[in-house]
Nanobody
């Protein structure tokens, strides 16, 4: 089993930066090595959408077109922590951001595990 806990959300102005973190806890006998980890978001009245993902061991990354060039995903394997550096934030980035893990995230499959979410609000 994998538990994910996000932190770092908040209220910022357009053009500001914010970094989200996600701490992963892994039960004995489980490993993140076969997984990709990533970020999804859900804005009010909209469906949850993919933002970015990274292979835990490979480091291969994938981004939604809407965040390319502004967001950077990274992970620190030793601390089992995932990050999302968000620069040049826009009001349309306002959403609840979810950390997720799963074997098929990089190929478009739904994650196996989800965090509880952290709110990001960008004012204009």
């Amino acid at each position: 089993q994998v538990q994910l806990v996000e932190s770092g959300g908040g209220l910022v102005q357009a053009g500001d930066s914010l970094r989200l973190s996600c701490a992963a806890s892994v039960a004995s006998g489980y490993s993140l090595s076969a997984y990709a980890v990533g970020w999804f978001r859900q804005a009010p009245g909209k469906e949850r959408e993919f933002v970015a993902a990274i292979g835990w061991m490979t480091g291969n990354t994938k981004y939604a077109d809407s965040v390319k060039g502004r967001f950077t995903i990274s992970r620190y394997n030793g601390a089992r922590t995932l990050y999302l550096q968000m620069n040049n934030l826009r009001p349309e980035d306002t959403a609840v951001y979810y950390c997720a893990a799963g074997g098929g995230i990089l190929t478009g499959r739904d994650p196996n595990y989800w965090g509880q979410g952290t709110q990001v609000t960008v004012s204009s």
